[in-house]
């Protein structure tokens, strides 16, 4: 799967930006989309998944803030971000992991830096 992640940028604290991440296959058959960051001398972590059922799931520092969701006919997933913190500056990068017999396996797009002012 190769995944192409754009709508990063730079945003004042309080405003919002959409990423989108477009995948090279349907998405109907990846088991979880999803969203990580990874700020400069941190882990990366995850910001917020999405099954193939539409199961949510988001970290507690997003939770009410940032909105995933998935077009199906598109093959894209989104992540609405609003109310920006100047803490949720870091490089964003999609995920699709499908799980098999053996262990999970996962896909990477290639990031897209966020960065909000304060």
């Known amino acids: 799967v190769q995944l192409q992640a754009s709508g990063g940028g730079l945003v004042q604290a309080g405003g919002s930006l959409r990423l989108s991440c477009a995948a090279s296959?349907?998405?109907?058959?990846?088991?979880?989309m999803g969203w990580y960051r990874q700020a400069p001398g941190t882990q990366r972590e995850l910001v917020a998944s999405?099954?193939?059922?539409?199961?949510?799931n988001y970290a507690d520092s997003v939770k009410g803030r940032f909105t995933i969701s998935r077009d199906n006919v598109k093959n894209t997933v989104y992540l609405q971000m609003n109310s920006l913190k100047s803490e949720d500056t870091a490089v964003y990068y999609c995920?699709?992991?499908?799980?098999?017999?053996?262990?999970?396996?996962?896909?990477w797009g290639q990031g897209t830096q966020v960065t909000v002012s304060s």
């Open positions: 995920n699709a992991r499908n799980v098999a017999v053996g262990g999970a396996l996962d896909y």
């Open positions: 296959r349907r998405i109907l058959s990846i088991n979880t």
């Open positions: 999405i099954t193939r059922i539409g199961t949510t």
